[in-house]
């Protein structure tokens, strides 16, 4: 069948012209689709990037929030400096991707073939330094790890030191409804509040060790205030029941003090100057220390009514001091007429005593041996010599009874000393 010439004519013309636009419409519509999938590969690694960095800058504030050794300042800086070339690299990629408009209808094929070409590279920068990036947070696993642990202790350590800080307040409130002040337990308080303002402000500010030895200073003051608060009751019972008793003591001793002149006396009458001499002032001095102590009994009184703990606590230490002296003293008086009048009865007692202890040293020294160790024969000859000279210092028509008492004694301790001498030769393998 033939055709009619116009249509023979229109025909070949329309196939080729039709094709044409179609072919390269085709082209045109592949790169645009290529460039658009290069586009949606540079968002994705963008994206990417932009969140690994984020992850990245909170491992850096953690480790610069509790380490400023040189590790962790050089980690710092080198994050900066990744940070800088992230920036350029996410620059030339949104220049890529301003520069085309791959939504528009005469995209020609090369304009798309350009922009394909530009978003790779700027997608294939993108790729490279977030593999830098994750290189570098690789490396930090020691110093991360570091900074974690410490950040573990530090919330628990400033969270005990705030309860602390709460119980030790609650402690003082409960004090004062007993009509207790504790001006000074507070006032140690207070002076924790700025503490408390470093510890609410955080490591990030003071740095991880220093707060952790802040938030250990504040828990360890703060349990301290607790517990006097919750022990100033009891302290205050102690302290009243104290002053009553020192009081008690006191009178006391007024009386036995008025009782050393008797026994003075007789101590003059019966034994030689030597006997009683040192004893001579115990009476005056009785008296003496009894009013002295009245007098601070007196001040711990006002101190404890005016609630001044520690300065009623001093006082009626100082009371009780005083009274401890007088009382030996006194005490002195009476034990020496007593000591003297044995002596007098019957001064052998006294020297089979001693002659004991050295003959027990003498066996103990000679024990496993054929002959004794000079080191320890010679000073207990010398006691042998001079238990023999005190005895005989009690010839004569008044003897010194007090000195030969007190030379016995010195003679045992002297012989004492030479046993433990032996016994720490012999325990350590000493000849």
């Known amino acids: ?27 045109a519509e592949s790169q645009r689709a290529e460039a658009q999938a290069a586009k949606d590969a540079a968002a994705s690694a963008f994206y990417e990037l932009d969140t690994a960095q984020r992850d990245l800058r909170i491992s850096i504030e953690t480790i610069s929030a509790v380490d400023d050794s040189p590790a962790a300042r050089r980690a710092v800086s080198d994050f900066e400096a990744l940070g800088r070339r992230i920036d350029d690299v996410s620059d030339r ?23 394909r070409g530009e978003i790779t590279r700027a997608k294939d920068e993108l790729v490279g330094v977030k593999r830098e990036l994750d290189r570098f947070g690789e490396s930090l696993g020691p110093l991360l790890g570091k ?10 350590a400033v969270e005990r030191a705030r309860q602390a800080l709460l119980a030790a307040s609650n402690a003082l409130d409960a004090v004062r409804k007993t009509q207790l ?21 955080g490591a990030g500010q003071h740095g991880a060790q220093a707060t952790l030895e802040r938030a250990g200073r504040v828990q360890r003051e703060a349990e301290a205030i ?45 034994f030689s100057a030597a006997c009683w001499q040192d004893l001579q002032q115990v ?37 009780r001091a005083l009274l401890n002296s007088t009382d030996e003293a ?39 041996r054929t002959s004794p160790d000079p080191r320890h024969a010679r000073p207990l000859d010398d006691a042998v010599a001079r238990l023999d000279r005190a005895v005989g210092s009690l010839q004569g028509r008044h003897p010194d009874y007090w000195h030969f008492l007190t030379e ?19 325990g350590t393998g000493g000849h």
């Open 1 to 27: 069948m033939s055709l009619p010439l116009v249509a023979a004519l229109v025909l070949p013309a329309a196939f080729a012209g039709g094709g044409t636009r179609r072919w390269f419409g085709g082209r």
């Open 93 to 115: 990629y949104i220049q890529a991707i301003d520069a085309y408009d791959l939504d528009r209808d005469d995209l020609e094929a090369a304009a798309a073939s350009r922009a």
């Open 147 to 156: 900074a974690e642990t410490q950040l573990a202790r530090l919330a628990p």
């Open 181 to 201: 002040r504790a001006d000074d337990l507070a006032a140690r308080l207070a002076a924790l509040s700025p503490e408390l303002t470093k510890l609410n402000q």
């Open 226 to 270: 607790r517990v006097e608060a919750e022990r100033l009751p009891e302290k205050a019972a102690e302290i009243d029941h104290r002053l009553v008793s020192l009081r008690t003591r006191a009178q006391a001793l007024t009386t036995r003090a008025g009782q050393v002149d008797p026994v003075l006396s007789e101590l003059r009458r019966r």
């Open 283 to 319: 009476p005056e001095q009785a008296v003496a220390n009894v009013r002295q102590a009245e007098l601070k009994l007196t001040e711990a009184q006002a101190a404890r009514d005016a609630q001044k703990w520690a300065e009623a606590t001093s006082l009626l230490a100082t009371v």
């Open 330 to 368: 006194v005490s002195a008086a009476g034990d020496r007429l007593g000591r003297l009048n044995g002596v007098q009865k019957d001064p052998q007692q006294e020297v089979e005593r001693t002659r004991f202890a050295i003959r027990d040293a003498q066996r103990l020294a000679m024990s496993g």
């Open 408 to 426: 016995t004694e010195a003679v045992r301790e002297s012989v004492a000393q030479v046993v433990a001498r032996i016994r720490e030769d012999r």
